[in-house]
Every structure is written in structure tokens, then in C-alpha cells.
């Protein structure tokens, strides 16, 4: 059989990189392999989704005599359990839970970083056969090592992440994730079980021709924004327009595509959701990371997201995110 040895799996990857840096200590590899670890098993089950009729329906008992849970429940017990057993995180916060989870035991209050992660983005989306993902921001700790973790250690701004991540289940599955040395993506090759290096050092391109938002709530938007939609829909010489319209509805895919293809994607507030719908924490922090390490920008409308101070782990935040040319023509029309 042949077997490409040029393409470098995540574990191979993320080792290469560490022999970059003689002082470090392998942690954030480790960090990086839990998450695939349960990338994977998710990834199984998304793929069984379908099958959750047939099998036995969440809330129901399987052929096996188990409880079936619910997808966005098993990802999160998946990516908790594989944090807590391994030697890297001291704790977790996570969309699905109300408070964070201090692990508090000898060997995760040694180990410096927290992750907060939304464990199964999109997840109305199961049902139709439409990609979802899982979304995930790791932190340095503020607390002392060898103490428990506390709430203080997850409440920094976003600036503050050295990595963040996706995995998103599509047509293939991907995990995206990007440190402050560049941004790397690995497709999931399911004939040997691993994540293999797909799309060295992504780059988002400057500009695109794709705009993402919910049109459905165009009234409730503010007239800057309003404005901004009304002129992607139109000829323009200078920008390009008019762009192409693309919302799935599940956040993970329309960024992924839009970081690859160049584009914008937007969830601004509305009059019913004055603060939009998305969490600062476990959706807009990572993804913001992701796409200014790859070049683009990531805003509230106002302030850019990475700088935002946190005061709430659920707090929910507009956003604007995307190439750096499109973003500043919208910030034209927000400031006009
Ligand atoms: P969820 O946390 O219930 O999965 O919702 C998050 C999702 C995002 O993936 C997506 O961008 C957004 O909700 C879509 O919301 P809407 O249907 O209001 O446009």
C-alpha cells in the first residue's frame, strides 16, 4: 500500500512545531491531541446521526440497553472527559454548562491552560444532514499553578487565547486551529483514524465575494448595518459587488468556508436580541483568534472582539468577522 509519508499527521505536526522552542514544555501538544482525541469520537457519532431513528432516538434506550444521549450532550462529556484525564488542563468551560469545572486534582492543578469550548455548534442543524462543529479557545491560567483553577483564569479577553480551534463535521471532517505562529488546517483521512496536515499556514484572503448574515432578521438591524447588506447586493466597481450571498446557519461552516474562500460573516444585534445571539466565550473569542491570525478582523461593531473584557461566562456579543478589506468597507457604513 502506498503511504504518503510528506503528509504530517496532528500529532506529527504539533511535535514539529515544539522542537521549535527548546523550553517548551509539550503541554499545549498534549492539549491539542485530547481534542482530537475527542474530535474523533464525535465525529462517529455526527455520523450516526441519521441513524438515531432507527437505533433509538435521544432520551430513548438503544440496542445495547444504554441511554442515548443527545449529541451536543455526548460531545461535551467526550471533550470534558478527555481534558480531565489528560495533563494539560486545569479546568473547563463549556456552552453546555452553567458554571465552569474545576478538575481539581493533583496532576490538572499542575497543568497551566483552560478551555472553554462550545461543544457542538449549530447543533438544529443534526436533524437535516447540515455540517455542525465544535469550537474551542485554550488560555493560560492567571491563578497559580498547582492550585485549582477559578472563574478568573476563564474571564480574560480573548487577546489572551494561545490557541483556538475547530472541528467542523461537513462533507469531510476538518480541525482548524491556529496559535499565534499561523493557522493550520487537518482533514480527518477515516481509512487510518488521523487528522492529516490538508491546508498548511491558511491565509484568509483579503477580500471575497461571499456575505454571510441572517436576512430573515434585516429589519431589525441597525441602519448601518441595513445599509451595508443593501450595498453588498449591488454593482460596485470598488468593492467588487455584488457579492454572493451563503448562510447554512451553522456558524462553524459558513467561517470555515468564508476564512478559506475570503468572505464576511455577520450576527448583529437586533432589535429582539440586543447583544445578537452569539457567546463571546465559546464562539466569538476562538473564531475572532482564528481569522486575525490568518489576517482578517473580527468586531462588535464597535470594539474588536479580542480586547473585550469578559464578565460573564455566557455573556453574548454581536459580531462582524471576516477579510480585512470587506471589514473595513463595513466599518464605513457603521461609523458613517
Ligand atoms: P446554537 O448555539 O443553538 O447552535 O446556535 C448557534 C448558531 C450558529 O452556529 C449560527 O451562526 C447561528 O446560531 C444561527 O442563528 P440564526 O438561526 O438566528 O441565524
Known sequence: MFINRKILTLDEFTIHQLRQFPTATGELSSLLRDIGLAAKRINVEVNKAGLVDILGDAGAVNVQGEDVKKLDVYANNQLMGVLQHGISCAGIGSEE?????????????????????????????????????????????????????????????????VAAGYIVYGSSTMLVYATRRGVNGFTLDPAIGEFCLSHPDIKCPPSGKIYSVNHGNFFQYAEGVRKYIDGCQKKDKNTGGPYTQRYIGSMVADVHRN??????????????????????????????????????????????????QPTDLHQRSPLFIGSSEMMHELENYLNA
Open 97 to 161: 454548562l452553567d458554571d465552569i469545572i474545576v478538575f481539581n486534582d493533583d496532576v490538572s492543578n499542575n497543568s497551566k491552560y483552560v478551555v472553554t469550548f462550545d461543544p457542538l455548534d449549530g447543533s438544529g442543524n443534526i436533524d437535516v444532514n447540515i455540517s455542525i462543529g465544535t469550537i474551542f479557545g485554550v488560555y493560560r491560567r492567571i491563578t497559580a499553578i498547582g492550585t485549582p483553577c477559578e472563574k478568573q483564569d476563564f474571564l480574560q479577553p480573548g487577546i489572551r487565547q
Open 259 to 308: 476564512l478559506i474562500k475570503g468572505g464576511i460573516f455577520m450576527y448583529p444585534a437586533t432589535t429582539d436580541k440586543p447583544n445578537g445571539k452569539l457567546r463571546l466565550m465559546y464562539e466569538c473569542n476562538p473564531f475572532a483568534f482564528i481569522i486575525e491570525m490568518a489576517g482578517g478582523k473580527a468586531t462588535d461593531g464597535k470594539n474588536r472582539i479580542l480586547e473585550i
